[in-house]
């Protein structure tokens, strides 16, 4: 029991989504208790509930961050999306190999779960193992949890967060390819195996943002004194690691240096921003004759135009810039154009 109270605790102390898990399994605990689980499931059930307290110390913290933070880069997903995105998790990242992983895999956990063992060999039915379906129902049941709770809230989805899952998909693709008569085992095992990765070579060796190679294009051409302003502020973090000690970097809309991205009250106070006075702070900033490199990306969630506007606020007063580099969005995941304007006067 202290393991399994060390596990909860231990979960819901590194991610969020825990709760979800750790809920299902707590309540499918007390309802086997109360079917005839006997005092072994109680007790169980009550292991999960001790480990909960170890989170009661963070209760204040977490209760701040969801009044104050909340993932506002991204509006909630409806169900489809949850399930769409674990699948491409699973399958290694974006891309051609990761959609054939994911339908292989797919077609494993149906075989797993959706036929059982007869005379006659396997036959369509629910899986007859008992352990099978309690971990597919964990996992499912999580995933509905997490997914109803998402957007009832309206906080944000990324496919990693389908880990919670990722058990019960591989005891079940497993007993799939078990299902599978003759040889199919080991020539869909090869190919899973062989999709995956190539799937995750594919995906460890792109960049997901453009701002390298914005930040090449920077320094082929920046002198001391230039000034390199991201917009908005979510793109900044990687470029100040890249230029500092090198030119000096603001992040849009609070004119920071741009090292981190404060998250608090985050909408509201986009919401509330007065792009041409942030315009008037990056004059302010710059040296005169020094070229400002406006590094920007319309379309982030809470920012809607701005970047686009503070571009044109920019030619007003700098005149016109010349674009250095062209956003390509099937490239990189965070794509960003690169506008130079000429000195300040």
Not at 15 to 20: E, R
Not at 151 to 164: C, I
Request: glycine share 14%.
């Amino acid at each position: 029991r202290a393991a399994v109270s060390g596990g909860a605790a231990a979960l819901l102390l590194t991610h969020y989504w825990s709760f979800f898990i750790v809920a299902v399994v707590g309540i499918g605990l007390l309802g086997g208790g109360r079917r005839g689980g006997g005092e072994r499931a109680f007790r169980l059930a009550g292991a999960v509930a001790a480990g909960c307290m170890a989170f009661i110390p963070w209760l204040p913290v977490f209760l701040d961050q969801l009044a104050h933070t909340g993932t506002p880069w991204s509006p909630a997903p409806r169900p489809t999306v949850v399930a769409a995105l674990t699948l491409e998790a699973y399958g290694g990242g974006r891309g051609s190999e990761a959609l054939l992983v994911a339908v292989v895999l797919s077609v494993l956990v149906v075989l797993g779960v959706g036929t059982r063992t007869s005379g006659s060999g396997a036959v369509l039915g629910c899986t007859d193992l008992g352990w099978l379906r309690v971990s597919a129902g964990i996992g499912l049941a999580t995933m509905l949890l997490g997914a109803a709770v998402s957007l009832a809230t309206d906080t944000a989805f990324q496919g990693r967060y389908g880990m919670f899952a990722l058990v019960p998909v591989v005891l079940a693709a497993g007993m799939g390819l078990r299902r599978l008569p003759g040889g199919g085992a080991v020539v869909a095992l090869a190919l899973l195996v062989l999709l995956s990765g190539v799937s995750v070579v594919r995906e460890l060796s792109r960049d997901r943002t453009q701002v390298g190679v914005v930040v090449a294009a920077i320094l082929d051409d920046a002198a001391t004194g230039d000034l390199a302003v991201f917009c908005p502020d979510q793109l900044a973090p990687a470029g100040h690691r890249l230029l500092a000690g090198r030119l000096t970097t603001l992040s849009y809309p609070m004119l920071d240096d741009g090292r981190r991205v404060d998250c608090l009250n985050y909408a509201q106070r986009n919401a509330a921003i007065d792009v041409a006075a942030v315009a008037d702070g990056i004059l302010q900033q710059a040296d005169a004759g020094s070229v400002v490199w406006l590094v920007w990306m319309d379309g982030y969630e809470t920012f809607d135009a701005q970047c686009g506007e503070l571009r044109l606020e920019l030619a007003d007063r700098l005149g016109r810039p010349t674009k250095v580099v062209r956003a390509d969005g099937d490239a990189f995941d965070d794509a960003a154009n690169l506008s130079r304007f000429p000195g300040r006067p």
